[in-house]
């Protein structure tokens, strides 16, 4: 198989994956915002609030939930803060909610499995991922 056919197919299931994480967080009561929302510090998956929450949600699809989890690299977290960071900015609206930064993995077979503030913004630090 050609690296283009493992891109391809591996993007297809990334677009799932976050399909799966939006239903998954419209059944709980979450507004979509914007969804593969480009800025100048790269992409954010989810951008979804619920009350006075708003999270930047990063979708991670791999054979494993624990190895989805552990794909959220450091990099990535920089990177997530800097564009919400950016989001922020262009959206007065949003100002006076509570950010937070939310991971959802999806493994074939399996409902997506969501971890509340991953990573925080202070820090950049990952909590409990596993």
Do not use: N
Request: glycine share 6%; net charge positive; charged share 30%.
């Amino acid at each position: 198989m050609s690296r283009t056919v493992r891109r391809r197919r591996a993007e297809r299931w990334g677009r799932r994956a976050e399909t799966l994480a939006v239903w998954r967080l419209r059944l709980a009561g979450w507004t979509i915002l914007e969804r593969r929302a480009r800025t100048g510090a790269g992409e954010l998956d989810i951008v979804a609030r619920r009350g006075t929450v708003l999270a930047f949600v990063e979708v991670k699809a791999r054979g494993d939930l624990a190895a989805a989890m552990e794909a959220v690299s450091a990099h990535q977290r920089r990177r997530i803060l800097r564009a919400a960071a950016i989001w922020r900015a262009r959206r007065p609206d949003v100002d006076g909610l509570q950010t937070r930064f939310d991971v959802i993995v999806c493994a074939p077979w399996r409902w997506p499995a969501k971890r509340e503030s991953a990573f925080t913004a202070e820090t950049g630090s990952s909590l409990d991922l596993i």
